[in-house]
């Protein structure tokens, strides 16, 4: 598959997608560590994308949301955004309802 | 080196968005070493408040920075930490 088209699909096959430098578990970069941690905190599942590990998708996914830097965060095939966006909506409150949304949308999808 | 960056992202904003303000960090020293600096590009924070915002979502603005910053994000920057403002935010 074209590499813009896997990440097409992992952007929309997944309720909540993440990539970053490293894995949640070991993340190589404090931003992607940040962003990743906030994820988890709003207590669903998610998909990640360790983009050091995939040189493909770490070239071309800047140009696909047209976003240069990681990490990035995917919401219902949306991007939200990188670690700063992820951080500030989480504070808000708003990032735990997008997630737990977005999460019940694909649940319901799927059964 | 990083000096010269931060003037050089100050000139940038400035001319781009016509602030009213805005504060540029060199954060550099604190990533020193670790995988992602290796490249040798800077981190930098930067605030900066400008009537260019209003109206605009969060990723359009961080989109409109990182537009600024042209040819700047491949090289001398390795990340940007933004927080891009209105004038009634501020």
């Not at chain 1, 590990?53 to 995917?74: I, K």
């Not at chain 2, 990083?2 to 960090?25: G, H, S, Y």
């Not at chain 2, 537009?67 to 009634?88: E, T």
Request: net charge negative; hydrophobic share 40%.
């Amino acid at each position: 598959m074209d590499v813009m088209d896997r990440i097409k699909d992992a952007v929309e096959s997944n309720a909540v997608v993440i990539f970053m430098k490293g894995t949640p578990q070991m993340p190589q970069c404090g931003f992607s560590s940040r962003a990743s941690q906030a994820l988890s905190a709003c207590g669903e599942e998610f998909a990640y994308v360790n983009v050091l590990a995939d040189p493909e998708v770490f070239q071309n996914l800047p140009r696909y949301a047209n976003w240069p830097t990681f990490p990035q965060v995917y919401i219902n095939g949306e991007l939200v955004g990188g670690c700063d966006i992820t951080l500030e909506m989480f504070q808000k409150g708003e990032l735990q309802k997008l997630v737990k949304d977005a999460v019940a949308k694909s649940g319901a999808k799927a059964s | 080196m990083n000096e010269n960056r931060v003037a050089m992202i100050r000139e940038k904003l400035t001319t781009t968005f016509a602030p009213t303000e805005l504060d540029i960090e060199d954060d550099s020293a604190k990533h020193a070493g670790h995988a992602g600096a290796r490249s040798g590009g800077g981190h930098f924070n930067v605030r900066i408040v400008s009537a260019e915002f209003s109206g605009k979502s969060l990723v359009e603005r961080h989109r409109m920075v990182y537009a600024a910053m042209g040819d700047a994000m491949q090289s001398d920057i390795h990340a940007l930490s933004i927080q891009a403002k209105s004038p009634d935010e501020a």
